[in-house]
């Protein structure tokens, strides 16, 4: 099953920071990690780590620059192994959406990440999609 790839593990500091809270650190540790990859690095490995500073933003209330990040994840270039970490950003994209109040545009960002993550083979991120659709359901009160 395969699954984006996961950044090196000397980015464990960085994950250490989120944990904690430590929203800024962790994304310094991540966006270094960025610069140092190669010119030549796959887009699944530099959409991982944009990913993980995504995630920092969105947990630092930081939605505009969440969104803009996200927005270099869906530039980089799908040669077919992109399906989880697409599948990723557009989960973000609709948690996003979500706390903006734009529950069809949420509805349709899980709908397009349970399609993508089943494409990936990925039935936990498909499934996270199935639960944040029925979350929209129930705000909606349906």
């Not at 960085?14 to 030549?40: C, K, N, S, V």
């Not at 969440?66 to 077919?80: K, S, T, W």
Request: aromatic share 6%; with cysteine.
């Amino acid at each position: 099953m395969p699954t984006p790839p996961r950044p090196p593990s000397d980015l464990d500091p960085a994950r250490l920071a989120e944990t904690r809270g430590e929203f800024q650190a962790a994304r310094e540790f991540y966006e270094r990690a960025i610069r140092e990859l190669d010119q030549d690095a796959p887009a699944p490995a530099v959409a991982a780590l944009l990913l993980q500073i995504t995630r920092t933003f969105v947990a630092s209330g930081r939605h505009a620059e969440a969104a803009d990040c996200l927005e270099a994840v869906f530039a980089l270039p799908d040669l077919g192994d992109m399906d989880a970490v697409f599948a990723e950003g557009l989960e973000l994209r609709g948690r996003l959406a979500c706390e903006a109040g734009a529950l069809d545009e949420a509805e349709r960002h899980f709908m397009a990440q349970r399609e993508r993550a089943a494409a990936a083979g990925n039935d936990w991120l498909a499934a996270l999609g199935s639960e944040h659709l029925a979350s929209v359901a129930l705000v909606r009160g349906a």
